[in-house]
């Protein structure tokens, strides 16, 4: 199973992103505080579960790609 998530933003900072996965990790913006910093945390326990990988990328023309890839028997039996 392949998915990929795309969004047209700012993107993440270069040395951000492999960062973004850590628990309580938010990338910082000036004036912008939202959310706990958990969520993506919480995608890669899940994903990791099913014997899967998860990454982040910054699109050419801005956004961020988050892909994500479980292997065929494990994303059955979830």
Do not use: M, W
Request: charged share 25%.
């Amino acid at each position: 199973l392949e998915i990929e998530v795309r969004d047209r933003g700012l993107g993440i900072p270069p040395d951000d992103l492999n960062r973004v996965f850590d628990k309580f990790y938010r990338v910082q913006r000036p004036g912008r505080v939202a959310g706990s910093g958990l969520g993506l945390s919480i995608c890669k326990g899940i994903v990791e579960a099913h014997g899967g990988f998860i990454a982040a990328e910054n699109r050419a023309g801005g956004g961020t790609t988050i892909s994500i890839v479980v292997p065929e028997g494990k994303a059955a039996a979830a």
